[in-house]
């Protein structure tokens, strides 16, 4: 993160804004290009290839040398690179061996499914981690924060499917509120599609929320001692406002620019949770174009992935300088 | 006689089972100016924060007593009062003032906006009032352009300027007291006397009492009305200001009071003596320079400049000129003081003869060698000829290593016999008990830290001593002694220092020559007697006029101050400074002369 302390005027104003956007882009697209020659290299050093994904390993080898040469994988690398680059940049992404439909449309379905859980788990986190990691902060050392921070070691040491396995007995097979499975889309039934993303939210949620937590913990009681607080209480504001305005404003961009992080961490969960819940979204699909070796798939969804997570960084470095006017934009 | 603003009666305050405060009585009147002085745990602060009901919020407990607070015609009694009277009270009635201007202010919330609120929460006023309120007040503060500063947020503004926006918060609701928590402490001298006349200014026009907080008799001769000695949690004497300082009571106060370097006290003296301590019984001895100077450390031209980086290649876009041609000789046996305000080269000078920054360009002769010049094996050597004491005992030391071994590694580096035995010595030789040696530095007090500092830059038997604000956090009876120790060392080992500091009472006392340093460059050089006694560059001058005397006749805090701020020393990168030109205005007296 490019961030600087320090200059002698409002920093975040529009001119400079775009220009840090601008510059960022650039940097996310230089980014993107590496991570495409790195996919589209390994998963061409790996054993096997298309077409003998295609047609099966006991097929004909005649017929296998035919495909090879229609599907051009003969050609140099560089010029299947190319190739594959290119229509990444038309918007041409190919179709996937296992789904027999196109990449492009296939991707988009499931990131809207993804996107989703990924909004919902990190609200839940968010609204429960801020809350709690205050009430920690406010009662150092007392009984509330050994309490929280108990809780938050527990959510961090058991893993995400844990909870979700949990949740699922809990809320689908003994209370029967939530359905344990299967993906509604938004657009035909909003309800029922919060309904099913609910326990695989909630189980990626638990895991999030541990950290934010002691994040949120520790970034607030070390401003909680800084003197600003004091001078705000020696002003006669009341406790509410000295903690939720005065202390909470500081805390806020810590805290924001590590759930930024934590969505790259978040995506490499729903490949785990996805499947448990077979809720079908980004993660679901990375999984099974794994599964089935079906390559043109596994380029475009580490491509997507990576690209998800590079913008929501940069979106959340933005806030950050919204939000604190020490931070500088180069 | 008045009734009093506030009555403290039997006052006593626990942390967690220890009692920082113990048994403290005293009272404010109206319109009067009352100083809390004592030293680090005495309770001087938790005694300021109880009044304030503040102390809870860090733990503190009040277990005992009265504070009666006087609202109208009604006496209440403040240790009863519930969370929503102290709401009302605190910033309505009784203002506050902390030490830090740099973190008083939330870094997040603009000026106007941190200046308004506390109004709006106790008067019924309207968002626009507010804000004419709050300009108003930073008017009354005397900060330029007011209306700009409404929106500007805390890390655009320097030192001074924020502890002014603190006093107006403060000020804001016009309270009957005025709570000032070592409020000039973190400051410069010059800032420091502005903000003294301010307060004084304020108190005078409103006609608030204010209880002051410090550890700085200087400060307490300049203002108090009266005087209020704490220690170790008790009150040991309570006095108007004159009879504090002329005819002390309690044995602490005399000793504190002897603890204290007054500006002026060394007139007439021809060479640096130990301070006369209380207590103390033999006799200290002047150091008087030998008859012929023999120059040891030889700076010539130093220049250092570090570079300020920008934009996105990160390239230098700028150079910040901390050092600016300087030239000065320290003698053997002898210590040239380097005196100046923070932001203006005199530890980056330190820290470049000692190559622990790189210079730009510039000679400095260790002894008759190019310390400049020295390769990286070589430079390893002569650093056994030259250490270093640092300001902060409580960083200086590695926390985990047993101090034999802190006194012992320098030996070991330059291949040092008889390590242990030395070590011992060197113990002795500050004042510290052998059983020490087994210790870690977390089990000693600052005093005691620094003690170890020196005897850690003594082992390598060095010529040179750069000490960087070696006193500047310690207490005044613990600075005292160090300064004795470090002087007693020089008269016995022929030591030279190279002493940096800002404090002109300090430097008066240990000096045999002075440099005050202003904006890299030195703008006065020459004998200590000739510096103090007979000023002569504006800057000099400003700065003398500055600094408090630990005497409260001679007060000099009437009308309002504004000393001339210090310009940036950033400039672009191909700026060409001129170089230092001198006047000789007596012998070895030189003067900057003000180049075009």
Sequence with gaps: MQLRRGGNSRCFTPGTCMTYIANRLLSVALTLLLISVITFMVTNILPGDVAMVIMGTQSNPEALAGLRESLGLNDPLIVQYGRWIGGMLTGDWGNSLVFKEAIGPLIANKVAASALIVVMSMTIALAAAIPLGVWAAVHRDKWQDTTASTTALMGVSLPDFFWGIMLILLFARYLGWLPSSGFVHPADDFIAAVRHAFLPSLALGLGLMAHLTRMTRSTMSSILSQEFIRVARAKGLTEHTVIWRYALANAIGPVMTVAGLQVGYLFGSIIVIESLFNFTGMGWLTYQALLNRDIPLIQSTVFVIAAVVMITNLVVDLLYAAIDPRIKLP | ?596
């Design chain 2, 1 to 596: 006689m008045t009734k009093p603003i506030v009555e403290i009666v039997g006052l006593r305050v626990g942390f967690g089972g220890a009692a920082a405060v113990k048994d403290v009585s005293f009272s404010i009147q109206p319109g009067e100016t009352v100083c809390i002085v004592g030293e680090s745990g005495s309770g001087k602060s938790v005694t300021s924060l109880s009044l304030m009901r503040l102390v809870e919020f860090g733990g503190g407990e009040i277990l005992d007593g009265h504070l009666m607070f006087q609202r109208g015609d009604v006496t209440m009694d403040l240790v009863t009062a519930d969370a929503a009277t102290m709401q009302s009270i605190r910033g309505n009635e009784i203002g506050m003032i902390f030490q830090e201007p740099m973190t008083s202010l939330n870094p997040v919330f603009n000026i106007e906006r941190q200046l308004t609120d506390g109004l709006l929460m106790h008067e019924p006023l309207s968002r626009s009032k507010a804000r004419e309120r709050a300009l108003e007040l930073l008017r009354e503060v005397r900060i330029p352009e007011p209306e700009r500063r409404l929106k500007q947020y805390p890390h655009e503004l320097s030192g001074g300027m924020r502890q002014r926006v603190v006093i107006a918060i403060a000020m804001a609701c016009r309270p009957r007291l005025l709570i000032a928590d070592e409020p000039t402490t973190a400051l410069d001298v010059t800032i420091q006397a502005e903000i003294l006349a301010l307060l004084n200014r304020l108190k005078r026009e409103i006609g608030m009492a204010v209880m002051f907080i410090t550890h700085d008799m200087a400060v307490v001769a300049q203002i108090a009305d009266r005087v209020v000695v704490m220690y170790k949690g008790d009150v040991v004497e309570t006095g108007p200001v004159a009879e504090i300082f002329a005819a002390p009571k309690a044995e602490y106060t005399r000793a504190l009071l002897a603890a204290v370097p007054r500006l002026g006290d060394m007139a007439g003296q021809s060479a640096p003596e130990p301070l006369r301590l209380v207590g103390d019984t033999h006799d200290p001895k002047p150091l008087t320079p030998r008859a012929t100077p023999e120059p040891l450390l030889e700076v010539r031209n130093l220049t250092t400049r570090f570079p300020v980086k920008g934009g996105v290649f990160r390239r230098t876009v700028a150079q910040v000129h901390a050092v600016e041609d300087v030239s000065f000789t320290v003698n053997k046996g002898e210590t040239l003081s380097l005196v100046g305000e923070s932001g203006c080269g005199k530890s980056s000078c330190g820290r470049s003869i000692l190559r622990l920054v790189e210079a730009t360009s510039g000679t400095v002769h260790l002894g008759g060698q190019n310390v400049l010049a020295q390769t990286k094996h070589e430079l390893r050597g002569m650093r056994q000829h030259m250490q270093m004491i640092f300001q902060d005992p409580f960083a200086s030391l590695n926390p985990y290593m047993r101090l034999q071994a802190q006194l012992t590694e320098p030996m070991q580096n330059y291949g040092l016999d008889n390590r242990e035995e030395r070590a011992a010595q060197l113990f002795d030789r500050v004042g510290l008990p052998r059983d020490f040696l087994r210790r870690f530095p977390h089990e000693l007090s600052g005093g005691q830290r620094q003690r170890i500092a020196i005897a850690r830059a003594l082992a390598v038997s060095p010529g040179l001593i750069v000490a960087d604000e070696a006193v500047s956090a310690l207490d005044v009876s613990v600075q005292a002694q160090v300064l004795n120790l470090m002087m007693e060392l020089q008269a016995d080992l022929d030591i030279s220092y190279l002493f940096i500091s800002h404090d002109m009472a300090v430097v008066e006392r240990v000096s045999h020559h002075v440099a005050v340093m202003y904006l890299g460059r030195i703008v006065e050089i020459g004998p200590r007697a000739a510096v103090f006694e007979n000023p002569q560059h504006t800057y000099t001058k400003s700065l003398m006029q500055a600094v408090p005397i630990a005497d409260p006749n001679q007060r000099k805090l009437d009308g309002d101050l504004a000393f001339k701020p210090i310009p940036s020393p950033i400039h672009p990168l191909d700026y060409q400074p001129h170089q230092s030109v001198y006047e000789t205005v007596g012998l070895d007296h030189r003067v900057l002369v003000q180049a075009g």
